[in-house]
Nanobody
C-alpha cells in the first residue's frame, strides 16, 4: 500500500504562486507514476500533470503548460507542483494520485486533496 498526503494549498491573488507537495509513504518503491488532478467547483475532476517517479519527467495539461512545473525528490518520497501565474480558473481542490504501472489499473492511490483559491 501507498499513502499520499498532499498539502500546500491556500488563497492567493491572480498572478501569484503556490507550491503543492505530495508526500508518499508505505511501499513507495512500487510507484510508477504520480499525477496531479484538480476539481473546480461544480465541475468534473481534470488532469493537471503527470510525473514519472524514477525519471521525474513530467507531462502537462495544455491549460497549465508553461505555468506549472512538476518535480520530485526521491530522497523525500515527495512530488511537487510549482504553480506560477495563477489564474482564477485554477481555483480547485487539487489531488495527487499514484499508481504502480499495472496493466489496466491506474491511479490506485489518492491524497486527501488541498484547496487552491485564486482571487481576481
Amino acid at each position: 500500500q501507498v499513502q499520499l498526503v498532499d498539502s500546500g494549498g491556500g488563497l492567493v491573488q491572480a498572478g501569484g504562486s503556490l507550491r503543492l507537495s505530495c508526500a508518499a509513504s508505505g511501499r513507495t518503491f512500487s510507484i510508477y507514476t504520480t499525477a496531479w488532478f484538480r476539481q473546480p467547483p461544480g465541475k468534473e475532476r481534470e488532469f493537471v500533470a503527470r510525473t514519472y517517479w524514477s525519471s521525474g519527467i513530467t507531462y502537462y495539461a495544455d491549460s497549465v503548460k508553461g505555468r506549472f512545473t512538476g518535480s520530485r525528490d526521491n530522497a523525500k518520497d515527495t512530488v511537487y507542483l510549482q504553480m506560477n501565474s495563477l489564474k482564477p480558473e485554477d481555483t480547485a481542490v487539487y489531488y495527487c494520485a499514484a499508481d504502480r504501472g499495472q496493466p489496466g489499473i491506474q491511479w490506485e492511490y489518492w491524497g486527501q486533496g488541498t484547496q487552491v483559491t485564486v482571487s481576481s
